[in-house]
């Protein structure tokens, strides 16, 4: 949850927000009324609804009537519930359960997510869901946002009797739909005919079917815990062999299966565990996500959630990644639930740049493949053109183990009469831990408030000890270069590298004076017959 400013690419959605908080709905700030109008209200414009949609059927509309569309808006407009300061804790206390988004009308993940819960709501009305879906514009009723704890944009909060839940579901109309019903008391549907199997199918683009001889005993208890367990997967049971096949192609005639279904290129995969809770949920963990994952905003907490602790991602342009996909999921294929595979769109500045900045390549607009060990936290980056035989080479090295971790490194620098000279990542080793000299090391960063006072004071160091031939002053941009031997996080550092001692640098004060920083320096060079006079 973040509150971010309003940027141009989210103009149109916003205006959907507007839209959406502006159009009248049956509970407004300006025309508090009491909760049996409210249901009244709300009751008439759904039956008007109806109305209308029986009108046009008998006078055979055309679709050009009415978009599917905006009928989709103006309905859930009517279903979603706007609250306010009078009307929040009468609408919560007196229903049992209550979803509930707090927006800001600036917000643009709010702009969103705004159509989806409101496809959303439209979808749990025509389930007969007990469920009440309501909005707070929680930037015009601050303080009733503060009661309902909604800290960020844009928030959704269940509450169940009052008491409220933490939403823990997808951001889309589905995973909305999906979380809510298992929320409420649905977490499995049962399908008892090949015609409602075949419209489920056009619904859900992702779900889990049991085939069952009866809906009781120790493994049907499991699977409804592992439906009840999951927030984001529907689960489906079945008892004829005919309806299963239609969900899962060729499964076997048997009294006991279950399989997970997604709309991707690896489409069906079969369980073949022990029928407990805990192993279910470990095989969709491991399933559950497509071979190749497109990262958006929206699904970014879900990727993140995967047990996989070795990542691939690809950061390319659309059409060029289009040429990758098919070999990239043969390679996927082979490292099946051992490495997870991203794809993120090297032009979305949001999503791509924190990640190429850990690289030193924000800039780049050519593919990039890249890895993580978020075990060990270290990264690797693909060196060599991005072909099918060189990025499987390169996922098997990152599975045994045998690549070398990448450490971003600005240009070797021209040092040439610099009394500072500048290290960077690939001259660490000669520069500093391999110099038969004591090293006086600067650790800076660019964005470091106080670094230019202390790189001031070691360009007067430097000339002071410029006839010291034992001692060697050095600088190195942090952000921009890495090394494993060098950990540092506070900026600005100065290490002292003693000659005889370069696995342990000693760490030196940047607040005391020039002539004690000296005087320090004096001390650990321990040479003091070479060592010039204590002034400067």
Not at 1 to 27: D, E, G, H, Q, Y
Not at 343 to 352: Q, R, S
Not at 489 to 503: G, Q, R, V
Request: hydrophobic share 40%; charged share 25%.
């Amino acid at each position: 949850m973040f509150r971010p400013k309003p940027t141009s690419r989210f103009i149109l959605l916003a205006l959907t927000l507007l839209l959406l908080v502006n159009f009248p709905t049956s509970i407004t700030a300006s025309e508090p009324t009491t909760s049996e109008s409210e249901d009244s209200e709300l009751e008439e414009l759904l039956a008007l609804d109806d109305e209308v949609e029986q009108e046009e059927e008998e006078q055979g509309g055309t679709p050009n009537v009415r978009s599917s569309e905006a009928e989709l808006l103006t309905k859930a407009q009517r279903i979603v519930l706007e609250l306010n300061h009078d009307n929040t804790k009468r609408v919560i206390d007196k229903n049992e359960f209550v979803l509930v988004l707090g927006y800001a009308p600036w917000c643009a993940r709010s702009a969103e997510l705004m159509p989806q819960f409101a496809e959303a709501a439209t979808s749990l009305s025509e389930l007969g869901s007990p469920l009440l879906m309501a909005k707070l514009d929680a930037e015009r009723y601050p303080k009733t946002a503060s009661l309902l704890e909604i800290k960020g944009f844009p928030a959704l909060l269940l509450f169940v009797n009052g008491t409220s839940q933490v939403y823990t579901g997808g951001f889309s109309a589905e995973e909305i739909v999906i979380w809510a019903r298992k929320k409420t008391g649905e977490p499995v549907i049962r399908i008892s005919s090949v015609p409602a199997a075949e419209e489920f199918l056009k619904k859900h683009h992702i779900f889990v079917v049991g085939l069952f001889e009866k809906f009781e005993g120790p493994h049907y208890k499991e699977f409804v815990k592992a439906a009840t367990a999951d927030n984001a997967i529907q689960f489906v049971e079945v008892s004829d062999i005919d309806v299963a096949n239609v969900l899962f192609p060729n499964v076997k005639p048997a009294n006991l299966f279950l399989g997970i279904v997604k709309s991707e290129a690896e489409r069906y995969t079969a369980y073949e565990g022990t029928f407990e809770m805990e192993q279910i949920l470990k095989f969709l963990d491991y399933n559950k996500f497509p071979l190749v994952n497109k990262l958006t905003e929206s699904n970014s907490a879900t990727v993140y959630s995967s047990p996989l602790k070795l990542q691939v991602i690809v950061f390319a342009e659309e059409d060029e990644f289009k040429k990758l996909l098919e070999p990239l999921q043969d390679i996927a294929r082979q490292f099946k639930s051992e490495i997870m595979f991203i794809y993120i769109d090297i032009t979305d500045e949001n999503l791509a740049k924190p990640y190429l900045t850990l690289f030193g390549l924000e800039e780049a607009e050519s593919t990039v493949v890249a890895a993580f060990d978020v075990r060990v936290n270290s990264k690797y980056l693909l060196e060599s053109n991005p072909t099918p035989s060189n990025m499987e080479e390169f996922c098997s090295g990152l599975l045994h183990g045998t690549l070398s971790p990448y450490f971003k490194s600005q240009a070797i620098p021209n040092n040439a009469n610099e009394t500072v000279h500048v290290a960077v990542g690939k001259t660490f080793d000669d520069l500093i831990l391999n110099n038969h000299k004591n090293v006086l090391l600067e650790v800076f960063t660019p964005w470091c408030i106080t670094c230019e006072t202390t790189s001031k004071r070691v360009e007067k160091l430097a000339k002071h000890f410029k006839n010291l031939d034992s001692l060697f002053f050095a600088k190195i941009d942090a952000s921009a270069n890495e090394h494993p031997k060098l950990k540092v996080d506070d900026y600005p550092t100065l290490l002292f590298y003693a000659a005889n001692n370069k696995e342990n640098p000693i760490k030196l004060s940047t607040k005391t004076s020039l002539k004690d920083l000296a005087t320090s320096i004096n001390k650990h060079v321990k040479a003091k017959d070479e060592v010039a006079k204590d002034e400067l």
